[in-house]
């Protein structure tokens, strides 16, 4: 039995099609693994922000207290350090947010709102230390508004990490 010319032809044209089908799958999933690769990279810089941010703002607060517990002023340092640092980190979190979420979206807006406020408090109870005493800087500094802005962040904060984590896996 003999193969005509027009068999040998389709036969050829089926296999060039399968060939051409499956770079076409190869190339969809190579695109959205491309697609995938920068959703990761982007929320690992997110996360490394709040990261970042949290930091700042630990390590403020941990130089606030030291002040207002021994007096010394060279224990303000990192709060003098994180005040500017901690805008412009807010700042780029919101701004290179590009996720579908709603609620996080508003808890990344609050968190830099949050940790505004939570420095101000902190100059605040320098100040009052400052003029008043240091009973009066601890009073302010343990009074409950602090404490629930400080636990208002870490929420923030957590709802952020959580979601960048989320991302990448």
Known sequence: MRFKWWQLALVVSVSIGFVVLLYVVAE????????????????QVQLARVVDLYQLLMNAESGHRGYLLTGDASHLEPLHRADGRIEAL??????????????VAAAIRELGVVAAQRMSQMQESVAVYQLQGPAAGLRLANSASRHETMTRFRELAGITRDYERALMT
């Open 90 to 103: 807010s700042r780029e979190l919101a701004e290179t947010y590009k996720g579908k979420d709603p609620a």
């Open 28 to 43: 969809f999933g190579r695109l959205r693994l491309v697609a995938a690769e920068e959703d990761v990279s982007r929320a």
